[in-house]
């Protein structure tokens, strides 16, 4: 939905010199240097600083990290960036890349660089040293970046740059994010404001600390020995934990042109303005309502026409210039191209629906959750827009999931149009959980949307199996998946090519057999969005049970992992995110071979905690073996003052799982 104007991550920057011509990036390797005789007191003050302490374990330190953001009286902003690392290891070289995005709104004014090595010359790059490349993560951008190259970005050495950005920005409002993957000497940021200007400040995911000073027109704020965020498996994104503070400036009057928000209401007011104009209708646009919809009364029949049509028919093409990251391109350019972003979607959807009567509201979100923070009214924090859809009274919500009831819309149910895989009623795993900002004239609403119940999202998997004298294994597994568990799949499936899709297959079966051969398998309604996806295979596997003597040894739990070493590090410093809340059995029925009978079985097991539950046994009917399990999660947080219990239930679930029926033959 929107392109951050700030430099670029490293790990950014390498996905940008990845995709371009290998010419360029040859070109912006090479780089010219000149000898330096400009190295600004800043940059010298923090090299003083470089010793390397408690952080030899990272690839580099910032030893210095400061943002200036000047405002003037007619809303014109120019930003100053500046940086210093401490390169602590040869991977750290990266840090030695600057990458600085501009387009038609923001311009650059100025970039330099600087390397000030342990020993010998010190060198320079400027703005003249950059090469530029036109690249953006959408089909169509006015986004370009200029990068530079600084030399000797080795260990031992420090690196440092600056730029300065100047925008007339659609939004009066900043981020300052100081925290990420390396540690942090001193990171500071100054506002500059025009003297009747004022400002709110909140901070996110750290202590607020107040301002190193304050004057009638300038504050500046500043920490010290922030630690990195260091990567846990299963961890939220690194936006809903990073440390940050979000900054709101606007003339006393509002009268600059720009949105200053205060509230989450004044964002919702302003959104549905700036997209109205989009919403008209053409007579080619309700000539294919009158198609989709014929024959068709009922509410839900033609929300269903509808909704499939733009989710399937409009291509996702995102073309972004200026302020269209946030304004939607008119319906009528959308049908007539079929494409658009996630924005035009949900605009050509909204006018179709409103052909039919039925009304709708944009509603502003996050794909990743855990960022929006309702105390801090943002409109930068959104990148992404769905769809809210009144329901009507006495329409009966029934298979509908993604409905919330609020106090002041009522009930609304909410759909996504970009997400090809996720059928109308149910909502994306990200999405669920989060929160969305509901547009309208009268004011946005903050809705948060809700997590769908774990039997939404289904896997049953049943397979009928024949185990032989020798130990290989064989049989049939049907697989019906419903919700997330369907849509996840469906979009690996259709996103593989024939023989990829037995590919696929056979990656899953090696991970729990050896020597296996894929003898068959088939899916159903693979293209059927709104059905349950069905899958069908047939395998043989040597050497499956284990043999000593007379005994064989043999584990029920064919196919299929629950367990989990995500809570097994000594120290956990954030939550386990699970990607949504689910419902999963397994039922494997093993025929033994013949002579033997079950000398000895597990027990039944069962472990409950807030966040998930398991529950297994087996059976034993004359010469089968019947081994059922069901596990459910039913949150997707984990604190880290449960820990310890997710360890526990981890332990346990692996206990079975990796447990044994222990068979003999039968005495002649």
């Known amino acids: ?151 000797a970005a080795d260990p031992g050495n420090v690196v440092g740059y600056e730029y300065v950005q100047k925008s007339r920005p659609f939004i009066l409002q900043d981020e300052w994010t100081f925290q990420g993957e390396l ?28 301002p190193q000073s304050t004057t009638p027109t300038q504050t500046v704020w500043e920490v010290t020995n922030v630690p990195p965020i260091k990567h846990e498996q299963d961890m939220p994104p690194v936006g809903s934990v990073e440390g940050r503070m979000g900054v709101t400036y606007h003339p006393p009057s509002g009268g600059s042109g720009a949105l200053g928000p205060t509230n989450w209401q004044q964002i919702g007011t302003w959104y549905a303005g700036l997209a109205a104009t989009a919403l008209q209708p053409t007579p080619e646009i309700e000539q294919k309502v009158r198609e989709l919809t014929a024959g068709k009364t009922a509410w839900r029949d033609k929300l269903q026409a509808l909704t499939s049509y733009v989710q399937s028919g409009i291509r996702y093409v995102a073309i972004e210039i200026g302020i269209g990251g946030f304004q939607p391109h008119n319906a009528a350019d959308i049908f007539r191209h079929q494409y658009g972003d996630c924005k035009d979607k949900a605009t050509l959807l909204r006018v179709m629906l409103h052909e039919t009567g ?19 009214a943002s409109a930068i924090t959104f990148n992404h827009v769905i769809v809210a859809i009144p329901i009507p009274d006495g329409e009966s919500t029934q298979t509908l999931f993604a409905t919330v009831t609020d106090p002041k819309l009522g009930r609304l149910l909410f759909f996504d149009p970009t997400d090809t895989y996720v059928p109308l009623g149910y909502l994306p795993s990200p999405l669920q959980e989060n929160y969305v900002l509901v547009a309208r004239p009268e004011g946005g609403e903050l809705v948060r949307l809700p997590l769908l119940a774990p039997a939404t ?73 709104g059905d349950s996806l069905g899958l069908h295979y047939q395998f043989t596997a040597d050497r499956y049970a284990k043999s000593a003597g007379d005994l064989l040894m043999v584990r029920p739990r064919v196919l299929g992992e629950k367990s989990s070493g995500i809570a097994e590090e000594e120290s956990r410093h954030f939550p386990v995110e699970f990607s949504e809340a689910s419902l999963q059995t397994d039922d494997f029925e093993i025929t033994l071979p013949p002579g033997y009978v079950v000398d000895d079985a597990p027990r039944p097991m069962q472990a409950d905690a807030p966040f998930a539950s398991y529950k297994s046994q087996i059976q034993v009917d004359n010469s089968k073996i019947h081994y059922t399990r069901t596990y459910q999660v039913k949150q997707v947080l984990v604190p880290v003052d449960q820990m310890e219990q997710l360890r526990r239930f981890n332990r346990q679930v692996a206990t079975d799982e990796y447990s044994s029926v222990v068979l003999r033959k039968a005495s002649q």
């Open 183 to 210: 540690p942090v000497r001193r990171a500071r940021f100054t506002l500059n404001l025009p003297g009747t200007w004022e400002f709110s400040s909140y901070w996110m995911h750290y202590t607020e600390q107040k």
């Open 358 to 376: 039925i009304e709708s509201y944009y509603a502003l979100a996050q794909v990743d959750r855990g960022i929006v923070t309702p105390e801090f």
């Open 457 to 529: 999202n289904q896997l049953v998997r049943r397979a009928k199996l024949q185990l032989n004298p020798d130990g290989s294994l064989s049989g049939t597994v049907d697989e019906t998946r419903l919700g997330s568990e369907a849509s996840d799949e469906r979009a690996k499936l259709l996103g593989a090519a024939g023989s990829e899709r037995a590919k696929l297959l056979e990656d899953f079966l090696g991970g729990f057999l050896a020597g296996f051969h894929l003898t068959q398998a088939s899916v159903t309604n693979l293209d059927r969005v």
């Open 1 to 151: 939905m929107t392109t951050s104007k700030r430099c670029c991550s490293r790990k950014r920057w390498l996905q940008a010199a990845s995709s371009a011509p290998l010419l360029l990036v040859l070109c912006l390797l090479a780089g010219r240097t000149a000898a330096a005789d400009d190295v600004p007191g800043w940059l010298r003050d923090a090299a003083r600083d470089a010793s390397t302490n408690a952080e030899q374990d990272a690839e580099a330190v910032i030893l210095y990290d400061e943002q200036q953001t000047t405002v003037k009286d007619n809303g014109e902003v120019e930003t100053l960036y500046r940086r210093a690392y401490l390169i602590l290891r040869t991977a750290g070289h990266e840090y030695g890349k600057l990458f600085v995005p501009f387009d038609s709104q923001t311009r650059i004014t100025s970039i330099k660089a600087w390397c000030l090595p342990k020993q010998g010359k010190e060198y320079s790059v400027k703005e003249k040293d950059a090469a530029e490349i036109g690249f953006s993560e959408e089909f169509y951008s006015d986004l370009h970046h200029k990068v530079l190259e600084i030399p």
